[in-house]
């Protein structure tokens, strides 16, 4: 039994199965309908270096590339930056990168800004930015060879290289924040606006 009350499904403009995961298994009803844009191009020319105004850029963007083609449906688009001081990362583009971001990650403490925007028509009705700060404990080049043998190809589809829902969580000594957020996806704001909305049962 669904929980959403809306006439058709909620559209997330997204891929990610972090998130497709935390819709359903909070009961909601949607479809998956990935946003196809560059957000490096768009990044590159907003001029904006906050990690929370670049996450919170990538969600409407995204948010509205499908709200566009699909009207009258309510859109969610989701988007996260991981900021080590004022370096922000991308998903790493293969193995050596990801070996990388986990060198300079090890032993210091970086944050996730997860955004979400909802569109509907063309315009965005809500927005949030919520971040978490995660410690990562020093690690020996050993356990970043072990770890990214086990990992295999998963760790480039995560920035920072690591999923906490999985073998990431090993990684990590300290983790204050969300468990949502860190997922990429904040659901407490989001639901919090679906029921002003009324479209969520409970």
């Known amino acids: 039994m669904s929980l959403w009350l809306g006439k058709e499904p909620l559209v997330l403009a997204s891929q990610s199965k972090a998130r497709q995961m935390l819709l359903a298994k909070a009961g909601i009803a949607f479809e998956s309908d990935p946003a196809d844009i560059d957000e490096r191009a768009i990044q590159a020319s907003s001029g904006r270096s906050a990690p929370g105004e670049i996450a919170g850029l990538l969600a409407r963007e995204k948010a509205f590339s499908i ?22 990362l991308n998903k790493p583009e293969g193995r050596a990168q990801a070996a990388d971001q986990l060198r300079a990650l090890a032993g210091h403490r970086h944050e996730l800004h997860a955004a979400i925007a909802v569109a509907r028509d063309g315009k965005v009705l809500f927005e949030h930015v919520s971040i978490a700060r995660m410690t990562m404990r020093p690690l020996r080049d050993a356990e970043i060879e072990n770890y990214l043998n086990e990992a295999g ?10 999923q906490l829902e999985g073998l990431g969580v090993h990684l990590f000594e300290r983790i204050e ?12 704001p989001l639901f919090a606006f679906l029921r002003s909305e009324h479209l969520l049962g409970i």
């Open 177 to 188: 924040g969300d468990h949502f957020t860190i997922l990429g996806l904040p659901l407490l």
């Open 67 to 88: 709200s566009n083609r699909r009207p009258t449906r309510y859109v969610i688009g989701a988007d996260q930056t991981l900021a080590l001081g004022s370096h922000i």
């Open 153 to 162: 190809d998963a760790v480039t589809s995560s920035v920072g290289a690591y």
